[in-house]
Antibody, heavy 121, light 106 residues
Framework: QVQLQESGPGLVKPSQTLSLTCTVSGGSISSGGYYWSWIRQHPGKGLEWIGYIYYSGSTYYNPSLKSRVTISVDTSKNQFSLKLSSVTAADTAVYYC?????????????WGQGTLVTVSS | SYELTQPLSVSVALGQTARITCGGNNIGSKNVHWYQQKPGQAPVLVIYRDSNRPSGIPERFSGSNSGNTATLTISRAQAGDEADYYCQVWDSSTEVFGGGTKLTVL
């Protein structure tokens, strides 16, 4: 079955760019049929959708984050990545990657285990 | 922007039925998905498209959606069902999550 694993620095300085990668195993991103997503969860809070990408590179972003977010895909490595620029302490969160299921209607399954990113000097 | 409202907490006696609601304007016209998140773990999909269970999810989990309220029902609640539960919909090009409900099994 498909599994996802996030990786990247756990500490980022304010004003810098947060960069994370999600490695997909058990399935190929380039086979199509699914979008691939990033979702975050602030400490002790709820879930916030960041955006998703198709293997072709087509992206959709949360309007509230769109100006700072870039999601990209590397099909040769079966990975997709998140970049969030100009971070502040408010971007401290657990970041999850997930597969997006469904065509016009989307749900997330499965999810990676998540990685905590702290923004601090 | 579209908002989903969930109760902060719900309690249920062991073996009884728990109902967790997700309120939104005319949510019955949307497809609602539900996730279970245990402490320190990633969310797990338990219901998709209002009432469908993914493989591996017990039949004790069911969902419904009508009017302004979607409901996740957990029958014969077990201690292992203690978790946070989140609803999710798609609205105006955005995936929206509810604030989450903490289920306590007494």
């Amino acid at each position: 079955q498909v599994q996802l694993q996030e990786s990247g620095p756990g500490l980022v300085k304010p004003s810098q760019t947060l960069s994370l990668t999600c490695t997909v195993s058990g399935g190929s991103i380039s086979s199509g049929g699914y979008y691939w997503s990033w979702i975050r969860q602030h400490p002790g809070k709820g879930l916030e959708w960041i955006g998703y990408i198709y293997y072709s590179g087509s992206t959709y972003y949360n309007p509230s984050l769109k100006s700072r977010v870039t999601i990209s895909v590397d099909t040769s490595k079966n990975q997709f990545s998140l970049k969030l620029s100009s971070v502040t302490a408010a971007d401290t969160a657990v970041y999850y990657c997930a597969r997006v299921v469904g065509s016009a209607i989307h749900w997330f399954d499965p999810w990676g285990q998540g990685t905590l990113v702290t923004v601090s000097s | 922007s579209y908002e989903l409202t969930q109760p902060l907490s719900v309690s249920v006696a062991l073996g009884q039925t728990a109902r967790i609601t997700c309120g939104g304007n005319n949510i019955g016209s949307k497809n609602v998905h539900w996730y279970q998140q245990k402490p320190g773990q990633a969310p797990v999909l338990v219901i998709y498209r209002d009432s469908n269970r993914p493989s591996g999810i017990p039949e004790r989990f069911s969902g419904s959606n009508s009017g302004n309220t979607a409901t996740l029902t957990i029958s014969r609640a077990q201690a292992g069902d203690e978790a946070d539960y989140y609803c999710q919909v798609w609205d105006s090009s955005t995936e929206v999550f509810g604030g989450g409900t903490k289920l306590t099994v007494l």
